[in-house]
């Protein structure tokens, strides 16, 4: 009896298929739209000193990634165990060539002290500092940015903001960075690189732009639960709209006008105050203005004057300019529903338990207490 042999074919290789999907799927995400965090399209003085090192070490990193994955492909095919070869017998050993040991010692080496050299010239360029720099001090909380702005350089704060940091197009503004609860980092990757924000330290950054915008940053230090969604954005004005700005930002917050406004600042007084501050705010009938201070919660004073507010994460203003009351409403109704906060989470925006017609008043209250956003221009997204 005979038997027919077994047509035996060769299965394709599973593997190199996933591999070559792998690399068309990251070739292909460097083709996204819409990415605000981008740090390959540099706006500011500081990023583009890092880009103009960061394109030439990508090239050199990539020369050598190719050379050494096509050596190591080489070696492998070339090397390979044949049916015809005595396993007994060794493959020829280059252990103790003097000229290929040199070789591969020596030219890293000096692709690397090239790259230093290059490297130490960018950080020097970095460090240079304007004696007209604007000061800004950045303390990073559970989960919001605070930004307090020395503008006489009298060691007092003469404005304090939350979430949006505001500076002048073509001034260098310095920051002195740090936290008051645990370890965040802040970065606006089209301004400048990152840097870590730790309680009892201070870290300096410079950020500049020559021309107006709206930059968007994000904190890359886990940080707890709501780390994903604290954010900050940039803000970049003319000259002289930002010398608006700094006016409105040292005048105290506009008086209540109408009845429900009325009825909110009380509702804010009674409700709010423990942890909130608005400037110039009366606590009981005095001549003198007693400011309700908090280190736990954003400043409010200027509140309608932001475009973003709890942590970064909601618009104040939709595309038309109008107030967003029903996710402003939502956010004042019921924080831990609006952003990732533990039960029994003790800091984060708790809930109040205040009734709608007592929202309906805060909220009236609150966007009565500037005029309009602070940027109307494009976005940088």
Excluded at 199 to 209: A, D, F, I, N
Aim: charged residues 25%; glycine residues 8%; aromatic residues 8%.
């Amino acid at each position: 009896m005979t038997f027919a042999k077994k047509n035996s074919s060769r299965k394709p290789n599973s593997w190199l298929g996933l591999g070559l999907l792998g690399l068309v799927a990251v070739f292909l995400s460097g083709c996204a739209t819409g990415t605000p965090l981008d740090t390959l399209q540099p706006e500011g003085r500081e990023s583009k000193v890092i880009h103009s090192l960061v394109g030439p070490v990508f090239i050199v990193a990539g020369v050598v990634m190719v050379f050494v994955l096509g050596a190591a492909i080489y070696m492998a095919w070339r090397f390979r165990e044949r049916s015809s070869d005595d396993p007994d017998v060794l493959p020829e050993q280059i252990h103790g060539n003097n000229k290929l040991e040199i070789g591969w010692t020596v030219v890293p080496t000096v692709v690397l002290a090239v790259i230093a050299v290059f490297t130490l010239v960018q950080i020097f360029d970095l460090e240079k500092r304007d004696d007209d720099a604007l000061h800004v001090l950045v303390e990073g909380n559970q989960w919001w940015w605070q930004f307090s702005y020395d503008l006489d350089g009298d060691g007092e704060y003469d404005i304090v903001t939350a979430n949006e940091m505001v500076i002048e197009a073509g001034r260098q503004a310095d920051l002195s960075i740090t936290s008051n609860d645990v370890i965040h980092s802040f970065w606006i990757p089209r301004l400048n690189g990152k840097r870590d924000a730790v309680p009892g330290r201070m870290h300096t950054l410079s950020l500049e732009s020559e021309k107006p915008g709206y930059f968007f940053g994000q904190c890359t230090e886990f940080c707890g639960l709501s780390h994903a969604e604290m954010r900050m954005r940039v803000i970049v004005l003319p000259p002289d709209e930002f010398e608006q700005w700094i006016q409105d930002q040292l005048a105290d917050a506009r008086p209540a006008e109408t009845e429900a406004q009325q009825r909110g600042q009380e509702v804010f007084e009674a409700n709010c105050a423990s942890c909130h501050r608005i400037r110039g705010l009366e606590t009981q009938p005095s001549d003198e203005k007693i400011p309700l201070v908090s280190n736990t919660a954003p400043d409010l004073t200027h509140f309608a004057s932001r475009r973003v507010y709890a942590g970064g994460i909601f618009e104040l203003y939709d595309d038309d300019g109008n107030v967003d009351r029903g996710q402003l409403s939502a956010w004042i109704r019921d924080p831990k529903s609006q952003k990732a906060m533990a039960p029994d989470e003790q800091r984060g925006m708790p809930t109040l338990g205040l009734d709608e017609d007592q929202i309906s008043d805060v909220v009236e209250y609150l966007i009565s207490t500037a005029d309009g956003p602070v940027w109307t221009g494009p976005r940088n997204d």
